[in-house]
């Protein structure tokens, strides 16, 4: 049974108790306000209006006494019967009274029940007399009969009917959301989001967070491919020639000496796939959001200014470095990934710059976070380059990756300056050099 079902039938079922328990309320409570013949009405009426009538000081008192309520009219007689006061229909025959008589007399608007009462004072009585008509119906019980007949029927349809309509307007996004994230499985398109626009608040977060989630798996699902293609595309050429030199080493090699450059030869293949695999774990990780890198604001002039002193370049080659830290600027960072950035970047320097240039480290605050930069007098690159530095294992020269680059460096730059919600920019001159900024603002 769907949960729509569930809920009109647990509404109508409540609907019919609540009709049902209000009926038995009304009839047993207020069983007297509901009794419908106009004998009993008529009779009630008249004993309530005898209870009421006082003889002081020689004098009847009728002030209290009802004369016309719910289709009983009264009026009162002196013991002789000649009307005193009331309310009499016209038209009515003049029959003596008699007490505690019902008869059943025609005349006026018709045919109506009289009653009469003595109210017996010693010295003297009077007589009470009552009509109704007999077609008179309590106003009670009218109201009840509608209520019963007309208006519950009527309310129960509304309800159930509104009831429906309402669990079928609050599900109907839930069927859209089903029906989207089960397309998105059959297809396999990751790329699709349910982008649920109209319908209650509550679906329109579970859309949302379908959404993230399918945006997150779509991340995940692209390092991953990523990650394979690329560990299987870049580790193939170091495992062929491990390969080869095994051979090379099991046919050739005679000497101590000659295996021992074989080996070297190996190790240092090992130690690029290494390396490779680590920077790539590295991004792929960065890329899938699967390893936390807790932010935190804090001084990242002092952070900058010990980076550039901690780093060791593997080769300076006569450069020298230099800083321009605006002081205490503050900024929103992972102390791990900028570190990691700021190194990459200065190995960069290092490594395409001119020998005997210059390094310039700058750090400026920049709206309400920061902006760094590391320039250098070297090679610089290519304006038709520029664009590609960026892209996982490009290299200018792929020969220079012999001393320890990857062409994964930038890649990482990036990303980490992605993480942080900034960028990672490029101005260079062939021959002059290059200046890379990283923008870190405010999260
Ligand atoms: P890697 O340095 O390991 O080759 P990177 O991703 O760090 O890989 O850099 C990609 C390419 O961008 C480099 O191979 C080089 O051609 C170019 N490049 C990076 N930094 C500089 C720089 N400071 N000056 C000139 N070229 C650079």
């Given at each position: 049974?769907?949960?729509?079902?569930?809920?009109?039938?647990?509404?109508?079922?409540?609907?019919?108790?609540?009709?049902?328990?209000?009926?038995?309320?009304?009839?047993?409570?207020?069983?007297s306000?509901v009794?419908?013949?106009?004998?009993?009405?008529?009779?009630?009426?008249?004993?309530?209006?005898?209870?009421?009538?006082?003889?002081?000081?020689?004098?009847f008192?009728?002030?209290?006494?009802?004369?016309?309520?719910?289709?009983?009219?009264?009026?009162?007689?002196?013991?002789?019967?000649?009307?005193?006061?009331?309310?009499?229909?016209?038209?009515?025959?003049?029959?003596?009274?008699?007490?505690?008589?019902?008869?059943?007399?025609?005349?006026?608007?018709?045919?109506?029940?009289?009653?009469?009462?003595?109210?017996?004072?010693?010295?003297?009585?009077?007589?009470?007399?009552?009509?109704?008509?007999?077609?008179?119906?309590?106003?009670?019980?009218?109201?009840?009969?509608?209520?019963?007949?007309?208006?519950?029927?009527?309310?129960?349809?509304?309800?159930?009917?509104?009831?429906?309509?309402?669990?079928?307007?609050?599900?109907?996004?839930?069927?859209?959301?089903?029906?989207?994230?089960?397309?998105?499985?059959?297809?396999?398109d990751?790329?699709?989001?349910?982008?649920?626009?109209?319908?209650?608040?509550?679906?329109?977060?579970?859309?949302?967070?379908?959404?993230?989630?399918?945006?997150?798996?779509?991340?995940?699902?692209?390092?991953?491919r990523?990650?394979?293609?690329d560990?299987?595309?870049?580790?193939?050429?170091?495992?062929?020639?491990?390969?080869?030199?095994?051979?090379?080493?099991?046919?050739?090699?005679?000497?101590?000496?000659?295996?021992?450059?074989?080996?070297?030869?190996?190790?240092?293949?090992?130690?690029?796939?290494?390396?490779?695999?680590?920077?790539?774990?590295?991004?792929?990780?960065?890329?899938?959001?699967?390893?936390?890198?807790?932010?935190?604001?804090?001084?990242?002039?002092?952070?900058?200014?010990?980076?550039?002193e901690?780093f060791?370049?593997?080769?300076?080659?006569?450069?020298?470095l230099?800083?321009?830290?605006?002081?205490?600027?503050?900024?929103?960072?992972n102390?791990?990934?900028?570190?990691?950035?700021?190194?990459?970047?200065?190995?960069?320097?290092?490594?395409?710059?001119?020998?005997?240039?210059?390094?310039?480290?700058?750090?400026?605050?920049?709206?309400?976070?920061?902006?760094?930069?590391?320039?250098?007098?070297?090679?610089?690159?290519?304006?038709?380059?520029?664009?590609?530095?960026?892209?996982?294992?490009?290299?200018?020269?792929?020969?220079?990756g012999?001393?320890?680059?990857?062409?994964?460096?930038?890649?990482?730059?990036?990303?980490?300056?992605?993480?942080?919600?900034?960028?990672?920019t490029?101005?260079?001159?062939?021959?002059?050099?290059?200046?890379?900024?990283?923008?870190?603002?405010?999260?």
């Open positions: 049974m769907s949960a729509k079902l569930r809920l009109t039938a647990w509404f109508t079922l409540m609907m019919l108790l609540l009709c049902a328990a209000t009926l038995t309320f009304v009839f047993v409570v207020n069983g306000a009794a419908d013949d106009p004998q009993s009405q008529l009779i009630a009426r008249v004993d309530r209006n005898a209870r009421k009538v006082e003889f002081e000081n020689g004098r008192e009728w002030e209290d006494l009802k004369f016309y309520r719910r289709g009983v009219s009264c009026w009162v007689c002196d013991a002789d019967g000649a009307f005193l006061q009331g309310v009499r229909p016209d038209g009515l025959p003049e029959l003596p009274p008699e007490d505690g008589a019902l008869r059943t007399v025609s005349g006026g608007d018709g045919p109506y029940y009289m009653y009469d009462v003595y109210v017996d004072m010693d010295v003297t009585g009077l007589w009470i007399r009552g009509v109704i008509s007999t077609e008179s119906r309590s106003g009670v019980m009218h109201t009840i009969n509608i209520l019963t007949a007309v208006l519950l029927p009527c309310l129960l349809v509304v309800t159930v009917t509104g009831g429906w309509g309402i669990a079928h307007l609050t599900f109907r996004p839930m069927e859209q959301i089903i029906g989207a994230a089960d397309a998105i499985n059959d297809d396999r990751l790329s699709a989001r349910i982008g649920l626009k109209k319908g209650p608040i509550e679906m329109r977060r579970l859309s949302r967070s379908f959404d993230s989630l399918f945006a997150r798996l779509e991340k995940s699902f692209h390092a991953e990523q990650f394979t293609s560990a299987s595309h870049e580790l193939r050429t170091p495992i062929t020639v491990i390969l080869a030199e095994c051979d090379r080493a099991k046919r050739k090699c005679e000497t101590k000496e000659d295996f021992l450059q074989s080996i070297g030869v190996i190790e240092e293949q090992g130690q690029h796939m290494s390396q490779l695999v680590q920077e790539l774990l590295g991004l792929t990780r960065l890329q899938q959001g699967t390893t936390r890198y807790p932010l935190q604001r804090a001084d990242v002039s002092g952070f900058v200014t010990s980076c550039c901690d060791l370049p593997a080769d300076d080659r006569g450069i020298t230099t800083t321009d830290i605006q002081p205490e600027v503050q900024a929103t960072f102390p791990s990934l900028l570190q990691r950035a700021v190194y990459n970047l200065l190995q960069n320097a290092y490594k395409y710059g001119k020998p005997g240039g210059h390094i310039t480290v700058t750090l400026r605050a920049a709206g309400h976070g920061a902006a760094l930069s590391v320039a250098d007098d070297g090679i610089g690159i290519a304006p038709e380059d520029q664009e590609k530095i960026w892209q996982r294992f490009w290299q200018a020269d792929p020969s220079r012999e001393d320890g680059g990857s062409g994964l460096g930038l890649s990482m730059v990036q990303e980490i300056a992605a993480f942080h919600g900034g960028r990672a490029v101005d260079s001159t062939p021959g002059q050099g290059s200046t890379f900024t990283i923008t870190l603002p405010r999260r």
